[in-house]
């Protein structure tokens, strides 16, 4: 068996094991080989780590957004409720209506 980092610069993030069915050593050529693979194994891994974050963020984004959008409705309800159009918006909560 033998391992090959995957790094990101100088962290060691993981690695790449080989397996074979009789021990020795690797050509140092296919040892190159096998690092290049390793390090576009990392690039890959960490990419998709970082779409995964950016999909998170996204969703998280769109979360807060909708439940402004209900208290904003909600807000305008109150508003026509109460008879308050004459009141700034922002006086206007579920606690607070100016009448």
């Keep these: 068996m033998h391992a090959f980092p995957l790094k990101l610069r100088k962290q060691i993030i993981s690695?790449?094991?080989?397996?074979?069915?009789?021990?020795?050593?690797?050509?140092?050529?296919?040892?190159?080989v096998v690092q290049s693979l390793a390090d576009v194994a990392s690039i890959a891994i960490l990419q998709g780590q970082a779409?995964?974050?950016s999909e998170m963020l996204t969703d998280q984004l769109q979360g807060a957004l909708n439940s402004r959008v209900v208290i904003?409705?909600?807000?305008?309800m109150l508003a026509q409720v109460h008879g308050a159009r004459h009141c700034p918006p922002r006086m206007l909560s579920a606690e607070i209506?100016?009448?």
Aim: with cysteine; hydrophobic share 40%; charged share 25%.
């Design 15 to 32: 690695a790449l094991n080989l397996f074979g069915t009789e021990a020795g050593n690797i050509d140092p050529a296919d040892v190159r």
């Design 51 to 53: 779409i995964r974050n």
């Design 72 to 76: 904003e409705q909600a807000k305008g």
């Design 97 to 99: 209506v100016c009448s």
